[in-house]
């Protein structure tokens, strides 16, 4: 039961931080920037919101919420960029063969 609240949990953190990673880092050929900073800032601003909800219900549920957090957040970041890198790469890696991708925990894309 532990391990289901905890996945479920996780799946619920990496759904949310994805959104706010993916609305936030989504830039046109015009942007100014000033956009990238005005983005970086209210995205900073969620993700610490994520971040202190989590330190918060650790004690209460009984979980490592902050270890959870840093799992999970990188995961996603290292999914992108690994994803991102594809545009430069010959031989790419697949949503399917990435190391940070997950069948119960799944990366949006």
């Not at 990188?74 to 994803?83: D, F, L, P, S, T």
Request: aromatic fraction near 12%; include cysteine; glycine fraction near 6%.
């Amino acid at each position: 039961s532990t391990q289901s609240t905890g996945d479920g949990i996780r799946k619920e953190l990496v759904n949310r931080v994805a959104e706010a990673f993916h609305s936030s880092l989504i830039f046109s050929r015009g942007s100014e920037k000033s956009d990238l900073a005005g983005n970086l800032t209210k995205l900073a601003s969620r993700t610490d919101g994520f971040r202190r909800s989590f330190e918060y219900i650790q004690d209460y549920l009984n979980i490592f919420g902050l270890k959870m957090w840093q799992e999970e957040v990188m995961r996603i970041i290292n999914y992108n960029v690994e994803q991102e890198c594809n545009a430069f790469l010959r031989h790419k890696v697949y949503d399917w063969k990435s190391l940070y991708q997950s069948e119960n925990i799944p990366i949006p894309t």
